[in-house]
């Protein structure tokens, strides 16, 4: 009880900074409505309770992040690179780390990469649309668990970066040149999907904790800077999704050419 006490200020003062930003965008919606359009909104009273409840959502999930999500992968980050955990105990860090000392942390950020994505409600949504517009071609599941496996691989290697301490600029043009080679061999109807797909990881659900969880891997590494090393995984969880995206589509284009290839081969 005590404890739910002390949150009613904090919850207030994130509701009134909520309703401050949310407010902008209903003015601007309900200003092209009257003045641009100059007709009615259709349903406004369930338009105003659906403002209610994004409001009194983003609320509750800003004080999530900030009580929760945040916390949790900043603890992950610095158990998994305790020195007593990665060489036992009353080791102490050495000046030179060796990346391959933290493989628990790969493992960590590839599972936690997927598990975010695959819950992500922004690709949940996409995934639904695309299957509905291209007729059951995408489907739903295949283009979430791709998405999904680009984020997972793409968070590994950007710890793997931080971890080691290389530039990130050589991995992002080396994505982006892949990315390039891709566009120009994967099925058309593909390649914008695969793009935006790119966009839709970066929400609400793997944002904090990726972000929480570079930051803690750079605040614990020696030699390594929480500002300069400490960002960048949402460039990895971006970018990788784009090729794993437009893979996915020209494996299952190759799966159904040799489909019919050995289908015309066994008719008379």
């Known amino acids: 009880m005590t404890l739910f006490l002390s949150l009613i200020p904090t919850f207030f003062d994130t509701l009134l900074s909520t309703v401050r ?11 092209f409505q009257f003045a641009v359009l100059r007709k009615p909104v259709v349903n406004l009273k369930k338009i105003i309770f659906g403002f209610a ?9 800003l004080m999530g992040l900030e009580m929760a999500l945040f916390p949790l992968g900043e603890s992950m980050a610095i158990q998994l690179t305790a020195p007593e955990f990665l060489y036992g105990e009353g080791a102490v860090m050495p000046a030179v780390v060796d990346w391959q000392h933290y493989y628990w942390v790969y493992i960590f950020a590839a599972a936690i990469g997927f598990s975010t994505t695959v819950a992500e409600p922004s690709l949940i949504a996409v995934a639904i649309k695309a299957a509905q517009v291209s007729g059951g071609a995408i489907s739903v ?12 691989f793409g968070i590994s290697l950007g710890c793997y970066r931080i971890v080691a301490g290389d530039p990130i600029h050589y991995y992002i043009i080396a994505g ?3 990315v390039v080679i891709q566009t120009f061999y994967a099925p058309k109807f593909i390649v914008p999907l695969a793009y935006d797909s790119g966009g839709v990881t970066t929400s609400t659900v793997t944002v904090p904790l990726v972000t929480a969880l570079g930051l803690g891997l750079a605040s614990t590494v020696p030699g390594r ?3 300069i090393d400490g960002f960048g995984l949402i460039a990895f969880a971006s970018l990788f999704p784009m090729i794993t995206v437009m893979g996915y589509a020209q494996l299952t284009e190759w799966s159904a050419k040799r ?3 050995q289908k015309e081969t066994r008719e008379p």
């Open 21 to 31: 930003d949310v407010f902008p965008i209903v003015c601007i919606i309900f200003g």
């Open 225 to 227: 800077s929480p500002l």
């Open 141 to 152: 599941n295949g283009l979430r668990f791709s998405v999904a496996l680009g984020v997972s």
């Open 53 to 61: 409840y994004v409001i009194l959502g983003l609320s509750l999930f």
């Open 259 to 261: 489909g019919s290839a």
């Open 176 to 178: 982006y040149v892949l």
